[in-house]
């Protein structure tokens, strides 16, 4: 088992030396037809004249996006400064921007693409809606529109274990926040993951699901507790990282295969047993979605999908309790160790968990605090008033997303 430690050790924690403080966004939106709620087709489907990708494609070539297609097969559109419009198994819409130093541009250019996209969207009968799983529909209306063999072994996967699996690959959106890992990439990762149920609770915005009330404040996370936990939540958390997430990764099912009696085994068993190449192990890694997902750089993935004022307070939020020294620091005594319970508490009361809720109060205090020192450079003063403003309207008065809806 040491060839799998030391590849996470090398490939997943390796330390980065690079002065540097980048930051990115994946921002998931759901498609959605204006005059019913239903989901629009990534392509067209029988006598529904819209699509999500012809409504692309139409939008995007005078602007100069590029159709473009994965290694897999799967369309994208490719924009000029480098991001790009992907699209998830359920044919959900994913704006992915290009890692950027200045958090201000990120903020500026981002809001400025989904304005502009969104209000076209809707010219043409499509709503492109930031929440975190699809208010109106049930699953039988959200057919597998990415059929590749991944998403084909995963759904099998899922649907041999319960609904939640096919709900988060069709009907879910997040915001995905990715930042640099720095020089100390386990210390990093842990301070992320003991964040994420307080960046659960605060940017919670999915309490409707297939036209009801679940009672949680994001369903989204609720679906991703109950989906699989050998593959998500908080990786050991008594653990150095390394260690934590060489376990976490082999003891998680290994989703894209069975025994000849048609049974899941753990990739730990199947190397155990001399049958795992490493490029089964590679692909097995991009399968594992914890809270904070370690790629060389570090994903947290743990926001619901959320509108883009509130996408840049996130940004600035996590910006300075990252990237500044005080802040990280302060953070860290702070919020203390995380675990699954306190996923669950997120997940269902969101900001109405009074604990939950002082110390996002803190947190708040502690990360504009530190955006503020990373410099104008950094962030400017104008996204440092508007995130202050948005988290006195939301976080202040105790409130999320969810609670507006």
């Known amino acids: 088992m040491e060839y799998f430690e030391r590849s996470i050790r090398e490939r997943l924690f390796a330390p980065d030396t690079r002065d540097r403080r980048f930051i990115g966004a994946e921002i998931e939106m759901l498609p ?26 139409s939008y995007g070539s005078p602007r100069g996006w590029q159709e473009r297609r994965t290694a897999k097969g799967s369309p994208y559109l490719a924009l000029p400064n480098g991001s790009t419009m992907t699209f998830e198994p359920g044919g959900q819409l994913e704006l992915c921007t290009v890692p950027t130093g200045s958090v201000s541009d990120l903020i500026r250019e981002t809001k400025a693409a989904l304005h502009d996209v969104r209000a076209a969207a809707r010219d043409e009968g499509i709503v492109l809606v930031s929440v975190g799983i699809d208010p109106e529909n049930s699953i039988d209306r959200v057919p597998l529109q990415l059929a590749s063999p991944r998403y084909v072994s995963m759904t099998r996967y899922f649907d041999s274990i319960g609904p939640s699996g096919v ?13 640099d890992a720095g020089p100390r ?15 659960t609770a605060m940017f919670a915005n999915s309490s409707r699901y297939a036209g009801q009330e679940t009672g949680d404040r994001s369903f989204r996370a609720r679906c991703w507790r109950r989906l699989d936990a050998s593959r998500t939540g908080i990786p050991y958390p008594e653990c150095p990282a ?3 997430y060489t376990r976490f990764a082999l003891e998680a099912v290994d989703m894209t295969r069975t025994d000849v009696a048609g049974a899941y085994h753990t990739f730990g068993e199947w190397a155990g047993d001399g049958d795992a190449t490493e490029a089964e192990w590679q692909n097995h890694l991009t399968t594992l979605f914890p809270e904070v997902r370690p790629r060389g750089h570090l994903e947290l993935r743990s926001i619901d999908a959320i509108e883009p ?8 939020l996590v910006a300075g309790l990252v990237y500044d020294p005080a802040a990280a620091h302060a953070a860290r005594e702070l919020v203390g160790t995380a675990d699954e319970q306190m996923l669950d508490r997120a997940a269902h009361c969101g900001l109405r968990d009074r604990v939950l809720l002082s110390g996002c109060h803190a947190l708040v205090e502690i990360g504009l605090r530190g955006a503020r020192d990373l410099g104008a450079d950094v962030i400017a003063e104008a996204e440092l008033e508007e995130a202050s403003d948005l988290f006195a ?9 969810a609670d507006a809806r």
Request: aromatic share 6%; glycine share 10%.
């Open 32 to 57: 959605l037809l204006a005059e019913n709620g239903w989901p629009c087709p990534l392509e067209r489907r029988g006598d529904e004249p819209r699509s999500t990708l012809g409504f692309l494609r």
């Open 167 to 179: 709900r988060m690959m069709r009907q879910t959106a997040a915001t995905q926040l990715s930042v």
């Open 185 to 199: 990439p386990g210390e990093r990762w842990r301070l992320l993951c003991d964040l994420a149920p307080y960046l």
């Open 242 to 244: 390394v260690d934590a």
């Open 309 to 316: 004022e509130l996408v840049g307070a996130a940004l600035v």
């Open 393 to 401: 309207k939301w976080t202040g008065q105790g409130r999320s997303p």
